[in-house]
């Protein structure tokens, strides 16, 4: 009846921008990501039949209309939602080791987390990539956070719910010689959420080019891992955050994550790449320029994005674990 789970962040290489079914949240393109060790959300489910409503606390605070009608929507989705109006309610309680207000909020973390630890709680039996079809459902990215390491999630079949799911491409251990440095960028007024961004992309005349060229990078990215290449990973990493922000920018009404931080944070990993270290850029539905690097220079890289105006602190995240399952 109860269980505790945690899960970790993930930064896209390959990312993921738009859908080829809403209603399903199946992707338009596969992506591929970095599962972190920093960014960890904690959450324990507890179905009790005595609630009459679901409650969702995060941080020990509780949460907002919206943040709760989500959490009970997946809640249904895990124990079956042909029982949605049988099923019994839960409260949910979440805490992230990362401050929520500081734009970093990850509904990655969040919802897979939330899954398995749904899943243990109902008593369901599952594996990694039901637990990821579950999750995708929720929120795309949500789907890559069950597994460790590098992570693929493919795009599917439309009106198949279980068509697309993740797998691990290497493990945290298979490839530890990776870095992610994430600069924190100053608060900044509310972001267009990715789901919106995504929808609003649609009118983008760059996006038919930017779906049909990612299962291209993919390729790319899958040979680099295969090979432990670290430049060819940065190219296709960089290319792809640029081209997902491209196919945004000239969207109608253009949908604009990139902030002076942000585009300031790209110039300094790339002079910094003309000086031999290597960087590569990247940064997804918010301010927060990232850099993927090796362990030998992510301090430097983390000095350099410190610098930049705007830039508040630097977290440097290593390849991190899936989904775990703590107590349920
Ligand atoms: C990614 N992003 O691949 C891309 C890059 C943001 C930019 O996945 O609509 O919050 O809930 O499925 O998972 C963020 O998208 O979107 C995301 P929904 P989600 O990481």
């Known amino acids: 009846m109860q269980a505790l789970a945690e ?22 393109v596969p992506s591929l990501s970095l599962t972190v060790d920093a960014l960890t959300t904690r959450t324990s489910v507890r179905f009790d039949p005595s609630r009459t409503l679901d409650a969702l606390f995060i941080d020990q605070k509780p949460a907002d209309p919206r943040a709760l009608g989500r959490v009970s929507r997946h809640l249904d989705r895990v124990v079956g939602s042909a ?20 734009g970093l909020a990850s509904s990655a973390s969040a919802f897979a987390a939330l ?25 795309g990215s949500a789907a890559r956070s069950i597994l460790g390491g590098l992570v693929l999630l493919g795009v599917g079949t439309p009106g198949q719910v279980d068509s697309s799911f993740a797998t691990q491409v290497a493990s945290e251990g298979e490839w530890p010689d990776l870095r992610l440095v994430i600069g924190i960028a100053s608060e900044a007024p509310k ?11 649609e009118s983008s005349p760059y996006y038919a080019p930017w779906t049909s060229s990612a299962p291209a990078d993919i390729a790319r990215a899958m040979d680099a891992i295969a090979r432990r290449d670290l430049p060819a990973l940065g190219a296709v990493a960089e290319r792809s955050a640029l081209r997902m922000h491209a196919c945004a920018l000239a969207a109608d009404p253009g949908v604009v994550y990139l902030r002076g931080p942000t585009v300031e944070g790209l110039h300094a990993i790339r002079k910094l790449r003309a000086r031999g270290v290597p960087a590569w850029f990247t940064c997804d539905a918010g301010p927060h320029p990232k850099a ?16 930049v105006p705007g830039i508040q602190r630097t977290i440097i995240a290593a390849p991190g674990k899936g989904a775990l399952l703590l107590d349920g």
């Open 83 to 102: 029982a949605a109006n049988a099923r019994m309610f839960a409260e949910v309680r979440s805490t992230n080791d990362f401050p929520t207000a500081g």
């Open 292 to 307: 993927l690097t090796s362990p030998e220079d992510a301090a430097q890289v983390a000095r350099a994005l410190a610098e």
């Open 191 to 201: 972001e267009i959420a990715s789901t919106d961004g995504m929808n609003q992309s």
């Open 7 to 28: 899960a970790r962040a993930n930064i896209a290489l390959v990312k993921y921008w738009g859908k080829l079914d809403a209603a399903l949240n199946l992707p338009a």
């Open 115 to 139: 899954t398995l630890a749904a899943v243990a709680a109902a008593g369901r039996e599952s594996d990694p990539t039901k637990l990821s079809v579950l999750a995708r459902q929720a929120s």
